[in-house]
């Protein structure tokens, strides 16, 4: 479960399927995980995009396997105390895989309870105190209930209750919308702010990297100088995402003969940030 919710951020979970199943057949438990070797794990996360989340989920794994008894905690802020797990993430888990009542608010919950219940459109960013506040006001009281009703709302929100084009026509709660019976106002704004880009970036040039150190054979795992160099025209934005990638502990630098995929365990001081490829 924590697996899945890590592998899915910011990214779609049709994308994650195949890598789930193959990184759960490797590793099917923390133990597991946290004596693989970083080259493996960065490897195995492929293509997902924002890799550091793989040296966290190997971070949490070892500190599970470590202090849990290589069980994940049952308890909020326990698992908000994990390396690499925020408050989505720790809630989701309370819910869907431990069964306890708790709000889950992500991006589909938040949309369909702003829009029912406060007939305003959700503008994206991050949650708020009044966010939080109605999530926890509708919630059932009830254990088993409250996690159908995260499992329905968000799920109704992904299917139904869509940002730009919502089904008002089959969806169950229409009648009581008070978005719908307001006209749908500001349906589809989003808060103001730049379009990102990929093409080009230190993302881009970050990722270009990876896939060439994790597309070399096990008995050659090392870059040379001139392949580095020949993946990227701009000398100055090359060298920089190497640096980074390093300072990341995503690769390693091997003098003047190139880099690699680090060889052993990821690093405990790994930066949380997620924002980069």
């Not at 057949?25 to 923390?30: I, K, N, S, V, Y």
């Not at 589809?188 to 881009?204: D, E, S, V």
């Not at 390093?246 to 060889?263: F, N, Q, S, T, Y």
Request: aromatic residues 6%; proline residues 5%.
């Amino acid at each position: 479960m924590l697996v899945s919710e890590v592998m899915s951020q910011q990214t779609q979970m049709n994308r994650v399927v195949p890598y789930w199943t193959a990184w759960m057949r490797h590793w099917p438990d923390p133990e597991a995980l946290a004596a693989a070797s970083t080259a493996e794990v960065i490897t195995a996360w492929g293509r997902l995009g924002y890799p550091r989340r793989a040296l966290r989920l190997q971070e949490c794994a070892r500190t599970v396997a470590t202090q849990y008894g290589n069980q994940l905690p049952r308890n909020y802020d326990e698992l908000l105390a994990l390396p690499g797990i925020g408050d989505y993430t720790a809630s989701a888990v309370m819910s869907f895989a431990f069964g306890e009542r708790i709000t889950v608010i992500d991006t589909n919950i938040r949309r369909v309870l702003k829009r029912v219940f406060s007939g305003e459109e959700s503008l994206g960013g991050s949650a708020t105190a009044k966010d939080r506040d109605l999530a926890s006001r509708v919630l059932p009281e009830d254990k088993a209930a409250s996690v159908v009703w995260n499992e329905a709302v968000m799920e109704l929100g992904a299917l139904v209750c869509a940002a730009k084009s919502p089904d008002c026509a089959a969806c169950p709660l229409a009648s009581r919308c008070a978005f719908l019976a307001a006209g749908r106002p500001g349906l589809g704004q989003r808060r103001t702010r730049p379009r990102q880009r990929f093409a080009g970036t230190n993302r881009q040039v970050r990722g270009i990297i990876l896939a060439a150190l994790r597309a070399l054979p096990e008995d050659a795992p090392l870059l040379s100088r001139a392949h580095v160099r020949a993946l990227w025209a701009d000398r100055a934005q090359l060298d920089a995402c190497v640096a980074s990638l390093d300072e990341d502990g995503l690769i390693e630098i091997v003098g003047d003969e190139g880099i690699r995929l680090p060889a052993g365990s990821a690093a405990a001081g790994t930066d949380a940030d997620t924002s980069e490829d």
